[in-house]
């Protein structure tokens, strides 16, 4: 496939599903090898974009477990100004992954959902605490200076909902860059305690956060639920027009291109068409339109670069989804309803 001159300088690509932690709040309904990635998507269909590119993420699933993400790794290497963004559990990394961490990457996340290993345990079925932090600690230390960036991630659920100024604490400790909170439309807000405890909670991780200086994502929005301004966390204003559709794109494990992870419109698929096919048909410029004219119907209203979320999106979603998939939606369904529980 010859190079491709689209303007396109970020790829995300969705690897599969396999994975090895079992995490509680994982809606995912199968962890085998049968959708990982084929390597015709990522070493042909695909080939054409990576000259242009500066930055890819691959997802899994868990990378460091999955071989086609360290065939693609490796793959990648030819192209030198091309960065990785990685995240991982952060159990099991190789010499291979800590290297590829190392040398290659712009940003490493650690999904560690936790400050303490009876939490940890709680919320990560086949994992292993000081596994995780032994190797957050060599990427810190192998690290030229302050890259890759590197930072921590939680998904706030009652299992950590007392530990949020401890994961904070853990992160300065740690030395991490700084520490992300990501929340669940349904999990994040179910089983937690009362509304006064919150306060006092969120207030806690307040005076943590303004002691140690430490830089913070995401708990702003989760505290905003109970009425709380949190400071000192990583401000983020959306441009007047969202520039992902016109220089990103998603490729998901059967062939599927969409713009992000934060969208579900699908705008062609790498079997069925060539990617400047694909980046100069109707589907994407009709994106790119209803972007231009602040229409954001198919965009999450949750997005931090979304400059006018609709409410309504939402059903877009789900009717979209219901549509592409009637069988896995409502096994996605059933298997939210039963975490809910």
């Known amino acids: ?22 995490c ?34 691959i997802q899994g699933g868990e990378p460091t477990i999955m071989p086609n993400c360290a065939e693609f790794a490796g793959h990648i290497r030819q192209f030198n100004g091309v960065k990785l963004d990685i995240t991982t559990n952060g159990i099991r990394v190789s010499d291979f992954w800590m290297d590829t961490f190392v ?13 303490s290993a009876q939490a940890y345990d709680m919320i990560v079925k086949h994992g292993n605490f000081p596994s995780a932090l032994k190797n957050i600690e060599m990427l810190i230390k192998a690290r030229r200076g302050d890259k890759p960036v590197v930072s921590i991630s939680s998904v706030i659920v009652a299992q950590n909902a007392l530990e949020l100024s401890a994961i904070v604490e853990l992160g300065k400790k740690l030395g991490v860059d700084f520490v992300e909170y ?36 995401g708990l702003d929005v989760f505290a905003r639920k109970f009425g709380m301004d949190i400071s000192e966390s990583i401000s983020h204003k959306p441009n007047k027009v969202c520039p992902v559709p016109f220089n ?29 096919e694909i980046l100069k048909g109707a589907e994407l410029r009709a994106f790119q339109k209803k972007v231009m004219n602040n229409d ?8 931090s670069d979304n400059p006018a979320p609709k409410r309504s999106a939402i059903i877009s979603k789900y009717m979209t989804l219901l549509r592409q998939d009637p069988k896995y939606f409502f096994k996605k369904v059933s298997a939210k309803y039963k975490k809910m529980r």
């Open 24 to 57: 509680v709040m994982c809606y995912q309904t199968d962890f085998s090898t049968k959708h990982n990635m084929p390597p015709v998507i990522y070493l042909e269909h695909l080939a054409g974009l990576y000259p242009s590119l500066k930055h890819v993420r």
């Open 103 to 115: 040398n290659q990457s712009s940003r490493i996340n650690f999904s560690l959902n936790a400050a």
């Open 1 to 22: 496939m010859t190079n491709i001159d689209t303007g396109v300088t970020g790829l995300h690509l969705i690897m599969g599903w396999q994975c090895n932690a079992r």
């Open 296 to 303: 954001y119907i198919w965009c999450s209203p949750w997005c």
């Open 248 to 276: 990103h794109l998603l490729v998901d494990f059967n062939g599927d291109v969409l713009v992000c992870c934060q969208s579900w419109k699908v705008i062609g698929n790498t079997y069925k068409a060539g990617m400047d």
């Open 182 to 217: 990501i929340i669940d439309p349904i999990l994040s807000f179910n089983g937690l305690p009362k509304r006064a405890e919150m306060v006092r909670l969120l207030s806690k991780a307040q005076e943590t956060i303004d002691r140690l200086k430490m830089r913070v994502a």
